[in-house]
């Protein structure tokens, strides 16, 4: 009987395409503020559009939810191992897109 193994990603590199896909989302909204007509570009700078997560909140989510190795200490423990600084913002925002704070 053949070996019918689906091979699939590393853990980073489903941190890595998650983060990817999550600024796809907010690039495909800016597309449709764009479509509508929504003049968002003049707008303050503490009224632009940006959401900033610290990797712990993403980790957790992604990795441990659930699994009652979802604490704190745990969690850093999991960034630490996928090599992400758990301490550095990560925004998602129409400009500079894809960018760590």
């Not at 896909?21 to 503020?33: K, P, R």
């Not at 610290?54 to 200490?73: A, K, M, N, Q, W």
């Amino acid at each position: 009987m053949a070996d019918n193994k689906v091979v699939s990603h590393s853990e980073r590199e489903i941190y890595d395409g998650a983060l990817s896909l999550m600024q796809q989302m907010v690039s495909d909204f800016e597309d449709w503020l764009e479509y509508w007509g929504v003049d968002y570009k003049n707008l303050p700078e503490d009224e632009k559009f940006s959401l900033k997560y610290y990797p712990v909140e993403i980790v957790r989510e992604l990795f441990l939810s659930g699994t009652g190795h979802d604490g704190g200490t745990s969690t850093r423990l999991k960034c630490r191992e996928l090599g992400i600084d758990a301490d550095k913002l990560v925004e998602f925002s129409f400009e500079d897109s894809d960018e760590e704070v």
